[in-house]
């Protein structure tokens, strides 16, 4: 009976054990199996998405708790989605714990009222593609133009990685070289109309880029997800450049399979 007690009391604590490594998800399947895992026992899976995650609030009880409720909801819908039929698959990432309206405060940095304060140099006019015929697809992946996934954090920064995404990967089609650009610098230094971590427009940063003369590279001028003092020394590194940029016209998603598919 002492074997058969112990046994079992093995079993339950193998059971208690997180079913997922929160840091270690990478492909679709893994995702819904995550959340698949957190429906079954979303305590548990909770406690150790804070651990892998290294979230401030796990000694905050109060906090916690709060947070808790948030992720609870957010499985809940990602669920709920994943056991429909769609072209796309949910799962629980590091915004987990927020709300819509907190996510929207804290990640969401693309600010299109800055256009009317103007919109600095290198802005080509018209849409150089629009008499152009794109292929059906195309997977720029497989081309090497296209860098790593990179992670803005809580950060209102997304118009800095929209910038150096499109530098990066015009430079890799030119040039052959795929060199992956500094976000940070343009946080940092690029603050005469945009504003670092609490937004800004793509516009303003490719101008920055033009005047500056270059932008250095993530490797050099790594990324804080926080806005700071500009490093004048590494500002002056330009090693990649533009000498003009244009916009995609706005709500046509034709314009932007064009754009994409030069």
Request: net charge negative.
């Amino acid at each position: 009976m002492g074997l058969l007690l112990r046994g079992l009391l093995v079993a339950v604590l193998l059971a208690s054990v997180s079913c997922v490594e929160w840091t270690q998800l990478h492909a679709p399947e893994h995702h819904v199996h995550a959340v698949k895992c957190a429906k079954g026992n979303p305590r548990q899976s909770f406690a150790s998405w804070v651990q892998d995650l290294g979230k401030a609030y796990k000694d905050n009880v109060e906090e916690y708790e709060r947070r808790f409720l948030v992720w609870l909801d957010n499985m809940e819908y990602a669920h709920a989605h994943n056991e429909k039929q769609s072209s796309f698959k949910l799962g629980l990432t590091s915004f987990a714990d927020m709300s819509l309206d907190e996510y929207k405060t804290h990640a969401l940095g693309y600010r299109p009222e800055l256009k009317g304060t103007g919109l600095g140099i290198g802005k080509s006019s018209g849409f150089k593609y629009a008499d152009f015929e794109a292929p059906p697809k195309v997977d720029w992946r497989e081309k090497g133009i296209v860098s790593e996934v990179k992670n803005q954090q809580q950060c209102g920064s997304c118009w800095a990685f929209s910038t150096t995404g499109s530098v990066e990967g015009v430079n890799a089609l030119y040039t052959g070289k795929l060199v992956s650009l500094s976000e940070q610098e343009l946080v940092d230094c690029d603050t005469t109309q945009d504003h670092g971590c609490a937004g800004g427009l793509m516009d303003f940063a490719f101008s920055f880029i033009i005047r500056n003369g270059g932008l250095d590279t993530e490797k050099d001028y790594r990324y804080k997800a926080q806005d700071g003092v500009c490093n004048v020394n590494k500002e002056k590194k330009h090693v990649v450049t533009i000498d003009s940029y244009e916009d995609v016209p706005p709500n046509d998603e034709g314009a932007l399979k064009k754009a994409s598919h030069p």
